[in-house]
């Protein structure tokens, strides 16, 4: 028999499909979210090989990595409202359709412009596809095994997203440009795969009908950011589109406060703990995607590391996140979220503090690694008690929406980070040489680099010191 709940006058299934059924929705979103979750560190690490294979200058680089988030932070929300409203499983399945479709459009980009293109179709399928994923497992399983479930989801789900760089490396370092193009038809098996296994449960989840879709929310909100993305990444770009962005940012906000069915739910940053955790989540995501995306392009470029070898960065993180999520979580119901947040962050202001001013000597493996460790410490002190504040601060029926603006504030910053940050890397580099990210070799080149990366580190360290003074006054959970 199916459980159910009520919500407003239509009858919704809370598990939605047979227990023989749940362990196929459980893998299928696992295949699914793993596709997503590594989208952005492995296209970071096959970033040079596709800027010389593309002929990408670094401008295109960026827009390659924003395309995708743009797309994705921008419709993430609307995305699971198209759930609610058509079946979680249907629009998670094609979401899946979508993002395969993108990933085989990366694979055979003959331009940097058409692997634009592509990356943002890939960031439309993973807006659809991510939501889902978790929504499903939450709807197979009943009240009493969702936890364990859950857990699995994310035990594997991290896995995966550890394993990913390292297949990419591996891939790319033996492969050439063959490898990095495999690394997105990669994703098309794995699509599939999901597919099938969810395949029942596509055409039986029919939705309810009667759940409105903030489109006009989703639309002000991809032209908005699109621009600012536009403004911050050209360097020719007219001041006066900051007006604009403005202007349209403002309408999004001021749609989505008298809209009846908004994608964001602005009482919510009525909250303190909510609004501090949310912009703790700005900045420390600002810091960290900064670095993620630009080490790689500078270490393969300029320091003659593998893009296997630079897949010992990202390790790290992943690791340390899952070995100290547990216990950080425990701490953070003792004392609170902020003091876990603030030593955290502090922890990865001083890693990227000692990026900047040892990451132009090209030591990857002496200096730049262990920095990366330290940095991977102080994630896995934040990670756990961030969620727990963002899901304490919310009532129990805004804990879908509480964690859905959560992830889209990491996407947006991810999103502002790459692109101000290349301007600063490309300024630092200077005018003369390759530029910064490019295939070089010579003492200048290198000083060039290392002067770029100590910019965008430099950043990141006080981004992430921020969010350290931030996470002070987060207040305790009550």
Same mark, same amino acid.
């Given at each position: 028999?199916?459980? @159910?709940?009520?919500?407003?006058?239509?009858?919704?299934?809370?598990?939605?499909?047979?227990?023989?059924?749940?362990?196929? #929705?459980?893998?299928?979103?696992?295949?699914?979210?793993?596709?997503?979750?590594?989208?952005?560190?492995?296209?970071?690490? *096959?970033?040079?090989?596709?800027?010389?294979?593309?002929?990408?200058?670094? !401008?295109?680089?960026?827009? #390659?990595?924003?395309?995708?988030?743009?797309?994705?932070?921008?419709? /993430?929300?609307?995305?699971?409202?198209?759930?609610?409203?058509?079946?979680?499983?249907?629009?998670?399945?094609?979401?899946?359709?979508?993002?395969?479709?993108?990933? /085989?459009?990366?694979?055979?980009?003959?331009?940097?412009?058409?692997?634009?293109?592509?990356?943002?179709?890939?960031?439309?399928? *993973?807006?659809?596809?991510?939501?889902?994923?978790?929504?499903? /497992?939450?709807?197979?399983?009943?009240?009493?095994?969702?936890?364990?479930?859950?857990?699995?989801?994310?035990?594997?789900?991290?896995? !995966?997203?550890?394993? &990913?760089?390292?297949?990419?490396?591996?891939?790319?370092?033996?492969?050439?440009?063959?490898?990095?193009?495999?690394?997105?038809?990669?994703?098309?098996?794995?699509?599939?795969?999901?597919?099938?296994?969810?395949?029942?449960?596509?055409?039986?989840?029919?939705?309810?009908?009667?759940?409105?879709?903030?489109?006009?929310? &989703?639309?002000?909100?991809?032209?908005?950011?699109?621009?600012?993305?536009?403004?911050? !990444?050209?360097?020719?770009?007219?001041? $006066?589109?900051?007006?604009?962005?403005?202007?349209?940012? %403002?309408?999004?906000?001021?749609?989505?406060?008298?809209?009846?069915?908004?994608?964001?739910?602005?009482?919510?940053?009525?909250?303190?703990? $909510?609004?501090?955790?949310?912009?703790?989540?700005?900045?420390?995501?600002? %810091?960290?995607?900064?670095?993620?995306?630009?080490?790689?392009?500078?270490?393969?470029?300029?320091?003659?590391?593998?893009?296997?070898?630079?897949?010992?960065?990202?390790?790290?993180?992943?690791?340390?996140?899952?070995?100290?999520?547990?216990?950080?979580?425990?701490?953070?119901?003792?004392?609170?979220?902020?003091?876990?947040? @603030?030593?955290?962050? *502090? +922890?990865?202001?001083?890693?990227?503090?000692?990026?900047?001013?040892?990451?132009?000597?090209?030591?990857?493996?002496?200096?730049?690694?262990?920095?990366?460790? =330290?940095?991977?410490?102080?994630?896995?002190?934040?990670?756990?008690? =961030? !969620?727990?504040?963002?899901?304490?601060?919310?009532?129990?029926?805004?804990?879908?929406?509480?964690?859905?603006?959560?992830?889209?504030?990491?996407?947006?910053?991810?999103?502002?980070? /790459?692109?101000?940050?290349?301007?600063?890397? *490309?300024?630092?580099?200077?005018?003369?040489?390759?530029?910064?990210?490019?295939?070089?070799?010579?003492? @200048?080149?290198?000083?060039?680099?290392?002067?770029?990366?100590?910019?965008?580190?430099?950043?990141?360290? %006080? +981004?992430?010191?921020?969010? @350290?003074?931030?996470?002070?006054?987060?207040?305790?959970?009550?």
């Amino acid at each position: 028999m199916t459980n @159910a709940r009520a919500s407003g006058d239509t009858l919704v299934p809370a598990v939605f499909c047979a227990p023989e059924d749940r362990r196929r #929705i459980l893998c299928a979103a696992v295949l699914a979210s793993s596709m997503g979750f590594i989208d952005m560190s492995v296209t970071a690490i *096959a970033m040079p090989a596709m800027r010389e294979a593309l002929g990408a200058t670094l !401008t295109q680089a960026q827009w #390659i990595n924003a395309a995708y988030l743009l797309t994705l932070s921008a419709l /993430v929300l609307v995305g699971g409202a198209l759930g609610d409203r058509f079946g979680i499983a249907r629009v998670f399945a094609i979401g899946i359709w979508i993002f395969a479709a993108g990933s /085989v459009g990366c694979a055979f980009a003959g331009d940097a412009g058409l692997m634009i293109a592509a990356r943002a179709i890939k960031g439309i399928g *993973a807006a659809l596809m991510v939501p889902g994923s978790m929504a499903m /497992v939450s709807r197979a399983y009943p009240a009493q095994e969702q936890g364990r479930a859950l857990g699995l989801w994310a035990a594997a789900s991290t896995m !995966t997203t550890a394993l &990913g760089p390292v297949i990419g490396g591996v891939l790319i370092t033996s492969g050439g440009e063959l490898g990095w193009r495999l690394i997105f038809g990669l994703n098309l098996p794995l699509g599939l795969a999901a597919l099938w296994l969810v395949r029942r449960r596509a055409t039986g989840d029919q939705g309810r009908p009667g759940v409105r879709v903030d489109l006009v929310g &989703g639309a002000l909100a991809s032209v908005g950011l699109g621009l600012m993305a536009w403004t911050l !990444t050209e360097p020719g770009a007219s001041p $006066f589109l900051w007006l604009l962005v403005i202007g349209l940012l %403002a309408a999004f906000l001021t749609w989505e406060a008298v809209c009846a069915a908004p994608m964001i739910r602005l009482s919510l940053f009525r909250n303190p703990l $909510f609004a501090l955790t949310n912009l703790v989540t700005l900045t420390l995501y600002f %810091a960290l995607s900064g670095v993620m995306f630009y080490l790689p392009m500078v270490a393969v470029s300029s320091w003659s590391v593998t893009a296997l070898e630079v897949t010992a960065a990202y390790l790290p993180t992943s690791v340390l996140i899952a070995v100290l999520s547990a216990p950080a979580g425990r701490w953070a119901d003792r004392y609170g979220p902020g003091p876990l947040m @603030a030593a955290g962050s *502090a +922890m990865v202001a001083l890693a990227y503090a000692g990026l900047a001013l040892s990451g132009g000597t090209g030591d990857f493996w002496g200096r730049v690694l262990p920095c990366m460790v =330290l940095a991977g410490a102080g994630l896995g002190l934040v990670v756990a008690p =961030l !969620t727990a504040a963002v899901m304490r601060a919310a009532g129990p029926e805004e804990k879908g929406a509480a964690s859905g603006i959560n992830n889209a504030v990491a996407r947006v910053a991810a999103l502002i980070a /790459v692109a101000l940050l290349g301007r600063a890397a *490309a300024w630092a580099y200077g005018p003369e040489g390759p530029g910064f990210g490019a295939a070089g070799t010579g003492a @200048a080149h290198l000083a060039a680099s290392g002067a770029g990366f100590a910019a965008v580190t430099a950043i990141a360290a %006080a +981004m992430a010191a921020l969010a @350290a003074v931030l996470a002070m006054t987060t207040p305790r959970f009550r």
